[in-house]
C-alpha cells in the first residue's frame, strides 16, 4: 500500500524565466535544466514556457521533499522526463535523490501546464507502507 509522503507545488511568471534567458542566455537554462530537458525545450518555437514549466516542477518537488531548492535538492537533481505518450514523470539524480530515499518517496505523480503568463507544476511523492505481520 502506498502513502503520500509530500506534496508540492508551484507558479511563475513566463517574464520573470524570458527575462533570465535573454539576459544570462544558455548559462541560465542549464542551471536549472539538465542537457536532455533544454534540448527538449529548444526543439519548439518558444522554448520559454517549457523551461518555465520545469522550473516550477523543480521548485514542486523541492517542497514536496520539505527542502526548497538548495544543498539537500539542486534544480539539476531533478530531470523532468517524458514516456511514450508524452507525461511528463520525475527522474531524481544526487541529493535529491538521496534525500527522497531517505524520506522513504518510492514514485511521484506529476503534472505541468502553461499559459500565455505563466507555467505551474504540482507533484505528489509517494512512499510504501510498510506491512506490518
Known amino acids: ?22 539576459k544570462n542566455g544558455e548559462a541560465f537554462a542549464l542551471r536549472i535544466c539538465t542537457p ?7 526543439k519548439h518555437a518558444d522554448p520559454v514556457p517549457r523551461l518555465a514549466a520545469r522550473f516550477a516542477a523543480k521548485e514542486a518537488v523541492a517542497k514536496a ?4 531548492i538548495g544543498e539537500k535538492c ?16 520525475i527522474l531524481l539524480h544526487g541529493t ?6 531517505e524520506q522513504g518517496v518510492t514514485g511521484w505523480f506529476l503534472t505541468m501546464t502553461h499559459s500565455r503568463l505563466s507555467a505551474a507544476a504540482a507533484v505528489i511523492a509517494v512512499a510504501e507502507v510498510p506491512e506490518f505481520s
Not at 2 to 9: C, T, V
Not at 36 to 42: H, S
Not at 65 to 68: I, P
Open 1 to 22: 500500500m502506498s502513502r503520500i509522503a509530500g506534496l508540492g507545488m508551484d507558479l511563475i511568471d513566463l517574464d520573470r524565466v524570458r527575462h533570465a534567458l535573454q
Open 36 to 42: 536532455d530537458e533544454w534540448a527538449y525545450c529548444r
Open 65 to 68: 521533499l520539505g527542502t526548497g
Open 74 to 89: 539542486a534544480f539539476t537533481d531533478v530531470e523532468v522526463v517524458r514516456n511514450d505518450a508524452g507525461a511528463p514523470s
Open 96 to 101: 535529491a535523490g538521496v534525500t527522497a530515499r
